[in-house]
């Protein structure tokens, strides 16, 4: 993949440099050679810098009690590691093309597995999984913005500020919590701590990363349902940070949370016209509720806007 790709060109351009440095005037042909290899090398970084990749591709490489050195890795740990991972991608990937999932069942449709072992690194030990494709893209494929996101959910589970995962869990896939739970499971089983590579980012989780992040996803129970008809004032909509805040009638409890893509996109398309009124209307409206629970914690509810059906 590229980051790793400038990462060792990088690291010999470095080597030529003080090659260089070390050869003498004396030796005319030596230096040649020298400035030959250093200028292919500044060229094919300028390549790599200036290149974007559209297809999916990570590294993940692995330190701890399964790693010996830099030439074997335990095969359970890479088996139990890399199919979790491979399922938090391909369930990513449902929820964008499928809409997102409301239960823990089967994903609608199964797709067939879209990464594969591209390569096995050397000194630190790890795995580079890529996207088959045949033809080059243009535009980011599926995979790799799955990917991203996924790399994302991973960092923030794990982070060590407590407001960071209880986000990441108010919108987080349920269908994705048993796959994250068997990958941080296998990681802390082993002692191991894993660096994830993408194309601009990297995640770090050390040992004491791992294990938070262990602990936090097998101690939260998440349960979801949905509202068909809720009435409620709508008091504010903020269609680009999909944050909505209504009233419900019944009640008078405010609630806020977050707004669907696909209604916020619909609500965008509303709001530029001048004689459209969405907040201060009251509405009928369909709203995900989500109920999570944490250890030692007391429950909460969490809300997602899903759809306006009309006018109350």
Known sequence: MRRLELEVLLADREAVRAMLTRTGSDDPVARLCLGARLSAIEAEIQRLAAAHETVGAVALVFSGTPVHGSHAIAADLAKCVLKPFQELVLRRIASDELGRPGGRGRMAERRPCTLAIHELLRGPLGFVLEEARATPELADTPVKKA?????????????????????????????????????????DDGGTSVHIVEDKKETWLDVRAVHR??????????QESE??????????????????????????????????????????????????????????ATMRVREIRERDRPARCCFTLLGLAGRA
């Not at 992040?213 to 998440?222: F, I, K, L, T």
């Not at 009435?231 to 009638?249: A, I, N, Q, T, Y």
């Not at 016209?273 to 969405?278: G, H, V």
Request: proline letters at 4%; aromatic letters at 4%; hydrophobic letters at 50%.
């Open 147 to 187: 990917i991203d996101d996924v790399a994302e959910t991973i960092g923030q589970i794990a982070a060590e500020p407590e407001q960071e995962f209880e986000a990441c869990l108010e919108t987080l896939e349920l269908q994705m919590l048993a796959a994250l739970r068997e990958f941080f499971q296998a990681l």
């Open 227 to 284: 509202l068909d008809d809720l009435v409620g004032e709508l008091l504010g909509l903020l269609p680009d940070s999909r944050r909505f805040e209504m009233k419900v009638l019944a009640s008078g409890e405010v609630i806020r949370g977050a707004v669907a893509p696909a209604l916020a996109s619909r609500c965008l398309e509303i709001i530029r016209d001048p004689e459209e009124r969405l907040a201060g209307e009251v509405w009928r």
């Open 213 to 222: 992040a262990r602990v936090r996803v097998e101690a939260a129970d998440v």
